[in-house]
């Protein structure tokens, strides 16, 4: 990971450093490039033709028509609609033609915002095309002047395969990242600034641009009827809470148990490790639902602890309601606990996993000097191993932090249809006691169609972990430590 | 004598510590052996009485063999093995020419590019779901395994760091002789790179394959029409608790459960083997 040594600050600042490289040269390509490659800004294909590469001036010639007809006859179709989302409303109209009731030519707000965005993005890669283009016809106007071979098309066509083999290979995995990852991220931050609802569903209503209301109403305002801003606070609470419960427990559990297991007084450690991740290898979906009800009010847990008057015990010294049942997964409190619990029973294997592998690597002369030295092997354990793997999983820990904020499936899998919430105010805003913020907007999106909401609390979800991820990486990797352990 | 001691020492502790670890792995696995009791209970519904089923029979295997209108198990996991298998192609294409291209090839896009997937990567893809949904039922693409497959593996080029750390311990002379014999990239990628790495692609294939085995979140949201026979396992085995069903399937869900896990379960055992493999093989060329 050799980006990481190098912390936040030096990315952003590499990156900023490549953008003014290429945009300068640009403006070299423009200002010094002769009349054939100045004229290649209107006509793509101007400079080729000039260089006799005939065959790229026709591709970058089509390209470029099929950029014109693209904003003629999609683009106009949407993005001028892009500032009102629509004014037409999805009517039924008498045709006198067919005798027959038709919709009118309604305006689809939803799709006014997808295509509008679709048409941002293709001119945005037309420009980048466009500039670089330039810069590769002046690359041949120089390569003309100083007299050198200029590659025929057959020519071209190899380097794909050969020194710009990287292109060949880079370009599908981008684009899948770019439709499936970028563009549904800006499409979520537009959304987020829409009144987009169960009342405003298209196609048969219009919804359209509401500033910054959807964000007030998540802070706690919106009139006494929106409970929103209060389930925010106990959500996002419960949220960070959770997160660190559940990436601290798991990742202490997981060290030490690797230890255990590595120990020489361990006897057939293979065979203990995978009794280990059998239970993570059996999927989430069977073994938390099952965990559910084994932990169920009317579960078999509870059938033993009532037997063996565990559950009368806990009555009478008042932490449990009712003298039947420990609601394990349906009370808050109890639930929150258990969470946490059951999420140490499947990430604790995981944890062990990764520790064996950086267990392995401590220098093992460092432990053998301190042994000699008389350290014991709780010191050893707090001197060296914890200092070791803190350094070097200190970045994964961030992340593992990051990935328990959005920890869908333990929360879901645990608690939806079991868990009901006997809060009104959060119960109005569609939220329960145990909801992570990521499942209450999974709840708002698929049950209640609450989009704008739901988008506000991804933003929201969004800048929580930039922030974490930044300050923690930037904070952790400050001065270069590299050295201390090689 | 004291030599003696020392060793009783020894041995007790021994013993000791191969206890507590039995006690462990016994928590661990409680949940687990009860999944493969009940799943040979004759009971329909959950035994709320007893660890251990009073009444034992395979009849619930057998019934999921014989679908209904709710449980259709051989559909379910048919749909799941086609999403898997093309998902699994998709993903490795992917991730193993994204780890080539940074780990072997040098351009000037190299660096920003990977910089830019540390970033993403940060970013659970859980947070553009809600919108990725939008975009797929604009597109008529929900209730689908084509939207199924490209919400899997699309991305999925985002997983290239563990292969490209396997591809930067192939020596890179053999490389350089390669191209000095005039060899392309494509043959040295896929007749020099491809075949010395057979452990990281191993562990690419079978993590990828996985993937629409483990997942529950992206299928739940993408096939939610409610057609039983379009479901994959993960969503089949979810609807069969709901709590209209679950006394009439709960042991079925044990079942089936025990039928999906014990293959994803050699598969992830394997895949483990191959990922140390990997790791440490190529520790050892470097």
């Known amino acids: ?162 020194e710009k083999f990287h292109i060949t290979l880079l370009t599908l995995p981008v684009l899948g990242v770019v439709v499936f990852t970028l563009v549904p991220i800006l499409l979520l931050i537009f959304v987020a600034f829409t009144n987009y609802d169960q009342q405003h569903m298209p196609p048969s209503e219009l919804f359209t641009w509401v500033g910054f209301t959807n964000f007030i109403t998540l802070f706690g305002g919106g009139g006494l009827t929106a409970t929103f801003g209060y389930s925010f606070v106990r959500v996002l609470g419960w949220t960070l809470v959770w997160a660190l419960f559940a990436t601290f427990t798991t990742y202490i559990g997981g060290i030490l148990l690797s230890i255990m297991l590595n120990s020489p007084k361990t006897r057939l450690p293979k065979c203990w490790r995978t009794l280990f991740v059998v239970t993570i290898a059996v999927p989430q979906f069977v073994s938390l639902l099952l965990v559910r009800n084994f932990f169920a009010d009317s579960g078999i847990v509870n059938t033993i602890c009532k037997e063996i008057g565990l559950t009368g015990f806990l009555h009478d010294i008042g932490l449990v309601s009712t003298n039947n049942l420990i609601p394990f997964l ?157 | 004598m004291k030599i003696r001691k020392m060793k009783e020492n020894r041995t007790s502790s021994i013993i000791i510590h191969n206890v507590i670890l039995g006690i462990l792995a016994f928590i661990w696995l409680i949940p687990i052996v009860w999944l493969f009791f009940t799943s040979f209970s004759a009971e329909s519904g959950i035994n709320t009485n007893t660890f251990f089923p009073e009444k034992w029979s395979i009849s619930h295997y057998i019934k999921l063999f014989h679908p209904d209108t709710v449980a259709q198990f051989p559909q379910w996991f048919m749909n799941t093995f086609v999403v898997a298998v093309v998902t699994c192609i998709i993903s490795t294409l992917f991730v193993l ?115 629409p085995w483990m997942d529950f979140v992206y299928a739940k949201m993408i096939l939610n029409a409610g057609i039983s026979s379009k479901y994959t396992v993960a969503i089949g085995l979810y609807k069969m608790l709901d709590k209209q069903l679950i006394n009439n399937y709960f042991t079925q869900f044990c079942a089936g459960g025990v039928l999906v896990s014990i293959p994803i379960s050699i598969l992830f055992v394997i895949m483990q083997k191959f990922y140390v493999k990997g790791i440490t093989g190529g520790a050892v060329k470097g």
């Open chain 1, 330 to 486: 349906s009370a808050p409190g109890w639930a929150h606990v258990m969470i946490i619990l059951i999420n140490i029973w499947i990430g604790v294997p995981y944890q062990m996993l990764i520790a064996t592998g950086v267990l392995m690597n401590i220098p093992s002369d460092q432990l053998e000097s301190a042994k000699v030295d008389g350290a014991k092997p709780f010191q050893i354990f707090v001197k060296i191993t914890m200092p070791y793997m803190l350094f070097v999983t200190g970045p994964a820990l961030v992340t593992d932090f990051v990935k328990n904020i959005n920890n869908f499936n333990v929360i879901y899998l645990l608690t939806q249809d079991v868990y009901t919430t006997t809060n009104q105010a959060l119960a109005n805003s569609q939220a329960t006691e145990v909801d992570l913020l990521v499942t209450w907007l999974f709840r708002l999106t698929q049950d209640y169609y609450n989009y704008k909401m739901a988008s506000a609390i991804g933003i929201i979800v969004f800048i929580i972990c930039a922030v974490f991820t930044l300050i923690a990486f930037n904070f952790m990797i400050k001065g270069d430590k590299e050295g201390t352990y090689q």
């Open chain 1, 1 to 162: 990971m050799e980006n990481q040594t190098k912390g936040a600050a030096a990315m952003v600042g590499g990156f900023f450093r490549a953008l003014g490289s290429f945009f300068s040269g640009f403006g070299t390509a423009v200002a010094k490039g002769d009349i054939f490659v100045k004229l290649s800004l209107l006509w793509w294909g101007a400079g080729y033709v000039r260089r006799k590469q005939y065959v790229k001036a026709v591709i970058m010639t089509a390209l470029e028509a099929a950029v014109i007809l693209f904003t003629i006859f999609f683009a106009m179709d949407y993005v001028p609609k892009f500032g009102s989302l629509g004014t037409v409303r999805a009517e039924k109209v008498f045709n006198p033609q067919t005798m027959k009731s038709e919709f009118n030519d309604y305006d689809h707000s939803f799709m006014i915002l997808l295509f509008s965005l679709f048409s941002f993005v293709v001119w945005f890669a037309a420009i980048i095309v466009l500039m670089k283009n330039t810069m590769n016809v002046y690359k041949l106007q120089l390569m003309d002047e100083s007299g050198e071979h200029i590659n025929t098309f057959k020519e071209d066509l190899v380097t794909y395969i050969g």
């Open chain 2, 97 to 211: 020419m994204v780890a080539y291209a940074t780990s072997v090839m040098r351009f000037p896009m190299r660096k920003p590019l990977m910089n830019i997937a540390v970033i993403l990567n940060l970013f659970p893809g859980m947070l553009a779901m809600i919108a990725v949904y939008f975009v797929l039922k604009t597109f008529n693409l929900t209730n689908s395994y084509a939207g199924l497959i490209m919400v899997y593996s699309a991305s999925s080029g985002l997983g290239y760091l563990i292969a490209k750390g396997f591809f930067d311990t192939v020596p890179r002379a053999l490389c350089e002789s390669a191209r000095i014999d005039g060899c392309s990239e494509a043959r040295i990628f896929f007749q020099m790179v491809i075949p010395l790495s057979r452990p990281i692609v191993v562990y690419t294939v079978i993590s990828s394959f996985l993937v």
